[in-house]
């Protein structure tokens, strides 16, 4: 059973648009949540997280937003920029585990 | 400052034979992770460790053994190595646990592992 969905596995979008990227999460016991950025033959990168205690958090042009009640977050990229094409892993933690459990990804591409 | 390196990048194994990657971390971090990927599945921890000499298993443990002996070191082996194995494996390392409060796995650029 996967606690973490990203259900769209891709998502083209316009360069200078908004992409909007989105994440479901089933476990209540999730109080801190991360986005991730994979290039190709890379390892994936830190992008910005959230803790359970914020519904927003923004970092430049990337915002995300957190719905608890929902047990949805989603990540905005205002504005879209060719060089952000890639993988975006949404991923979760809390309680006491050291885990962090990651979505499936959504492959974003930008086009000029 | 190499950050998180993985070795091999790239193996090819038969079905049965044994192989070792190694993870190895210049950053102090006391917690470091294996994860494997593959398509439509994400990334899925396969184990972890919260310090020298400890392991744990993560969500997809089976057919894999892992040493963490010394602190910078991460190992994971696979005894004998079977097709469901074929898979990009990916090393990182955290200061903090799980990945919470500065929210940074450093992870290394992935070992591509075929079994035939």
């Known amino acids: 059973d996967q606690q973490v969905k990203q259900n769209s596995p891709s998502l083209s979008v316009q360069e200078g648009r908004i992409s909007i990227l989105n994440c479901d999460y089933t476990?209540?016991?999730?109080?801190?949540f991360l986005w991730y950025k994979k290039y190709p033959a890379e390892g994936p990168t830190f992008l910005i997280s959230?803790?359970?205690?914020?519904d927003k958090n923004e970092d430049g042009r990337f915002t995300v937003f957190l719905n608890k009640s929902a047990k949805h977050l989603s990540l905005h990229i205002v504005p879209s920029q060719p060089g952000d094409s890639a993988v975006y892993f949404c991923?979760?933690?809390?309680?006491?585990?050291?885990?962090?459990?990651f979505g499936s990804g959504t492959r974003l591409l930008v086009r000029p | 400052n190499a950050g998180v390196t993985q070795t091999p990048k790239f193996r090819v194994l038969k079905t049965g034979q044994s192989m070792t990657l190694l993870c190895a971390q210049d950053?102090?971090?006391?917690?470091m992770y294996w994860y494997r990927q593959d398509p439509g599945m994400g990334l899925r921890l396969i184990h972890y460790?919260?310090?020298?000499?400890?392991?744990a298993k993560g969500e997809v443990p089976d057919g894999y053994n892992v040493s963490r002996l010394k602190k910078q070191n991460f190992l994971l082996g696979l005894e004998s190595a079977a097709p469901s194995q074929t898979s990009v494996y990916f090393c990182?390392?955290?200061?903090?646990?799980?990945?919470?409060?500065?929210?940074?796995?450093?992870f290394g650029e992935g070992s591509r592992l075929t079994v035939l």
């Open positions: 990182a390392s955290s200061y903090h646990p799980g990945g919470a409060g500065t929210g940074e796995l450093f």
């Open positions: 476990n209540s016991m999730f109080d801190y």
């Open positions: 959230i803790s359970s205690i914020k």
């Open positions: 991923a979760a933690s809390g309680g006491s585990s050291y885990k962090l459990i």
């Open positions: 950053m102090n971090h006391e917690y």
């Open positions: 460790s919260v310090g020298e000499g400890t392991t």
